[in-house]
């Protein structure tokens, strides 16, 4: 009877591992979710408060009153500063989280398994992942603040109240570079890196916090050369545009985390030429498209 109580004791080699492996997974979900639900408030709340979007394509039909998305979000109506560039950021990152998080979670949990097979100590190394990927978007922030002022500044100039519109152009245009991005060598490599968590796992494993954190900085890396196109349409359409972040989120989740994913690409690459061309060429109007 004693052997019998002792054998019912035992545990299999790998099934503290395991046990840690299923809490960290439950803990990181529940995180991310919470997390990806902030973020959409967060950001649903700034859009909604933002009387007009800020954009690239508001060229040609400048805001009245002064009080553009810019001004609306706490930046200055004209000129850059560090200050508007840091409230930006801010705003910028929330909005990369809230967009990014979901297609990002299928590689954020293999990174978390793989650290649990290594080390017992999961979750800390798991967020530093994490936040080197969004230091990633952050940077990225920064690039995208003087092109956001520069719209701006564009649509009070003379230039932009002139006899032409220059809207058509500015969006459609973005449209169709976004859409040749997307039929490119460099985008279906990066795409490969995304949608290939244990692969990317495998190959550039990197040991303790350091290591987590360069591998979260490769991966966002890799997650912006895949998407810094259909971004450029979001700060071309507004970044504040409702519409497009929703729209933007959906199809980045499916290029990056659906079985078949990789073959939507081109889908979208054709699809965003075809309506690049169609603005352009005054067919489609920029409203249908810029908020």
Not at 15 to 22: D, F, N, V
Not at 189 to 196: D, E, F, P, T, V
Not at 213 to 221: A, K
Request: charged fraction near 10%.
């Amino acid at each position: 009877m004693a052997g019998q109580g002792a054998n019912r004791t035992k545990r299999f080699p790998g099934e503290s591992t395991i046990g840690l492996l299923r809490h960290a997974r439950l803990s990181l979900l529940v995180s991310l979710v919470v997390l990806t639900i902030g973020a959409w408030g967060l950001t649903l709340y700034q859009a909604l408060t933002v009387e007009r979007p800020t954009s690239v394509a508001v060229l040609g039909s400048p805001p009245s009153g002064g009080m553009d998305g810019m001004t609306m979000a706490g930046m200055p109506a004209a000129g850059l500063s560090v200050t508007g560039a840091a409230i930006f950021v801010a705003v910028w990152t929330v909005m990369m989280a809230a967009m990014m998080l979901p297609a990002a979670a299928p590689m954020i949990l293999t990174f978390a398994q793989a650290q649990a097979r290594r080390d017992r100590a999961v979750l800390v190394p798991t967020w530093i992942f994490v936040a080197g990927y969004g230091l990633v978007w952050l940077l990225a922030g920064w690039v995208v603040y003087p092109v956001v002022q520069w719209g701006h500044d564009m649509a009070s100039s003379p230039v932009a109240t002139g006899s032409f519109n220059w809207a058509p152009l500015a969006l459609g245009g973005t449209l169709i570079v976004a859409g040749l991005y997307q039929l490119t060598p460099l985008k279906r490599l990066c795409l490969s890196h995304c949608r290939s968590p244990l692969a990317f796992v495998a190959l550039h494993w990197r040991e303790g916090r350091g290591g987590a954190l360069r591998m979260g900085v490769l991966h966002g890396l890799y997650c912006l050369g895949c998407c810094w196109a259909l971004f450029g349409i979001l700060v071309a359409a507004g970044v504040m545009n409702l519409a497009w972040m929703l729209l933007l989120t959906l199809l980045v989740f499916a290029e990056k985390v659906l079985p078949w994913g990789w073959r939507l690409s081109p889908i979208i690459g054709v699809a965003l030429v075809a309506g690049g061309l169609t603005v352009a060429g005054g067919i489609l109007p920029v409203s249908w498209m810029a908020a």
